[in-house]
Structures are given as C-alpha cells and as structure tokens.
C-alpha cells in the first residue's frame, strides 16, 4: 500500500502496518513487527496509535454467509419524501436498527439512500422491505435490485 493513498501524519511503518492487517486482522503484534521491519515495542505503540487517532477502527470476523444461510443480496435504493436534515438524522437513526442492513450509504442522484440488505431468501427479503425498510421514516418509495452472483465482496 504506497504511504500516498494515507494522511500526512501516516510514515511508511505505520502504512506497512495497515497493509499487513487488512491482509491479517489477527497477526500477532510480534508477527506484525517482524513483517513490518520494526521490533515489537514501537510497533506496538505505532499499532495502539493508529488505533487511539482512529486510523484503525476495529476487528471482525469475516463470515461465510452460505455457511450462515444469508446468501440473498439484493440492493435498495430508497428516496425519501424530504430531505431537511432533521428527516435525514431520523432514517439515519432508525436504519441503524435494522440488522439485516449491512451498509447503507447517502446518495447525490435520483434517489436518497442506497441499502445492502442480506436475509436468507426472497421471501424474508420482502419481510424485511415492507415491514422495517418501508416503515422508516420520511420514506416515499423504494426499488430493489436482487444479486444474481456476488462477484466480489470484501465484507465491507
């Protein structure tokens, strides 16, 4: 990962550091030191750094959806009725309670939010749309697009 991609604030160590956890969360802060090129005290105190100014915001396992039985995907676009922001901060609030939500995203375009939905199949997808999706607040209309093959996802 080139350190230019980075804040000013970020040297070539703490981009190598990044690099290698977002191949592996869970090496250990001597495997990390060592794939780095630094011993395990600075790297240490780089890694809680980096942590403490936010620059890596946390751990989590990757799971396996198939494996989970979540393997339905299908987009979301949302538009709301307004868009003041007291409207907004309310379908923010309330779509952060919807767990089969996984990212959800404001849009400049012809619609307002864009909503990754994952559920088991069709039919607790259109659960989940008419009952939580559609009941936020200040929402006018909906239109999905259904995942035929995930192509790439990283879990984000």
Do not use: W
């Not at 751990?59 to 198939?66: H, I, N, Q, T, Y």
């Not at 923010?92 to 849009?107: G, P, Q, S, W």
């Not at 939905?117 to 989940?128: A, L, M, P, Q």
């Amino acid at each position: 990962m080139e350190n230019d991609a980075y804040d000013s604030q970020i040297d070539s160590f703490d981009a190598r550091i990044i690099a290698a956890l977002v191949e592996d969360g869970r090496m250990s802060v001597t495997d990390l030191a060592a794939r780095v090129g630094l011993s395990r005290s600075p790297c240490q105190a780089r890694l809680k750094r980096l942590m403490d100014e936010g620059y890596i915001r946390g751990f989590r396992a990757v799971l396996d959806p198939v494996k989970l039985r979540l393997e339905h995907i299908a987009f979301t676009e949302v538009k709301l009725s307004e868009t003041t922001e007291k409207a907004l901060s309310a379908f923010n609030a309330a779509v952060l309670r919807i767990k089969e939500v996984e990212a959800c995203h404001m849009i400049a375009g012809s619609f307002d939010y864009l909503l990754k939905v994952r559920t088991r199949d069709i039919r607790r997808y259109r659960e989940v749309l008419g009952e939580k999706i559609s009941a936020l607040p200040h929402v006018a209309s909906t239109s999905t697009y259904v995942v035929m093959e995930p192509v790439k996802d990283d879990g984000a």
